[in-house]
């Protein structure tokens, strides 16, 4: 079979944002012209693909933001395109524009809506995992969710000294609403006494118990992380305020690590990732996303890309049981 001459292509950033779109987006455009492929920026993601929000990109346009947090094509949720209805509007903007296949940046969300206009309507496309959860398979890597763990723990360590200080029990919610990766991990980089996650189940009695425990014993202060999927941060410390007596703290990281100045790691792994997705596209091999396993690049179908990706909850537990 003859495999389709990709003239020009369009390259859009869905769902929430996270730090290295832009040095996606500006791999992306830039290998594009490379090999003489034009591309078309689509403004807040599969919303302004249906609006009709489509400009024309070229070197200047992805000048200087490769150190930039956010989107320079912003991004945005978008009911609509689940609908069918939705989907053929998308479709024929996309024909209006001659556009030959599609770059989507995100995370399930936006994986799910590539494979929609793949397999449903015939688009080409390949998605960039781009999301600080960390939560979708065919990759051991995100693009953002190395730079939000880092901010987060900036954050702890900060809210430790505190938390030292003053002799208090710390509770601070991080993001995840459905995956817990982001909240072990921190915990476990800071030293932090417990970790709830949506992966889990746990017992606020019981940690209330450990931490009298502990009290009894003379530690005199704890840091808590919750992911906000599995409580909320607020309840969580009113309960441990009610049992223990002990005076309780809580700081909500929230949107703080979405954005900021991407680390080298995400910023290296958006500039490899946007080329192989474009490589993809010449190539003739759609409906595909790109990833990173060890050092090697990793490619598989979108439908197998949205499926959860499982971490090995009970070891990293364990481990934080150990050293605590």
Known sequence: ???????????????????????????????????????LGILRGYAGLINDEVILMDHRSVSNIINR???????????????????????????????????????DGSYRGAQALFKNWGIPTVGMPGTIDNDVCGTERTIGCNTAMNTALEAIDKIRDTATSLERIFVVEVMGRHSGYIAINVAIGAGAEECLIPEKKFSLPKMCKDIEAGEKKGKSSWIIVVAEGAASGEEVAKKITQVTKLETRVTVLGHIQR?????????IL?????????????????????????????????????????????????LIRIVT
């Open 1 to 39: 079979m003859k495999t389709k001459v990709i003239n020009r292509i369009g390259v859009l950033t869905s769902g929430g944002d996270s730090p290295g779109m832009n040095a996606a987006i500006r791999s992306v455009v830039r290998y594009a012209l490379h090999n003489n492929i034009q591309v």
């Open 69 to 107: 947090g956010g989107t320079i094509l912003k991004t945005a949720r978008c009911e609509e395109f689940k609908t069918r209805t939705g989907q053929r509007r998308a479709v024929e903007v996309i024909k209006k524009h001659d556009i030959d296949a599609l770059v989507v940046i995100g995370g």
């Open 259 to 267: 954005g900021g100045t991407p680390t080298a790691t995400d910023r």
């Open 270 to 318: 958006a500039t490899y990732l946007g080329a192989a997705a474009v490589d993809l596209l010449i190539k003739g091999r759609f409906g595909k996303a790109v990833g990173i396993i060890g050092e090697k690049l990793s490619v598989v179908d979108l439908g197998v890309a949205i499926k959860k990706r499982k971490i090995n909850i009970d070891a990293l537990y364990r």
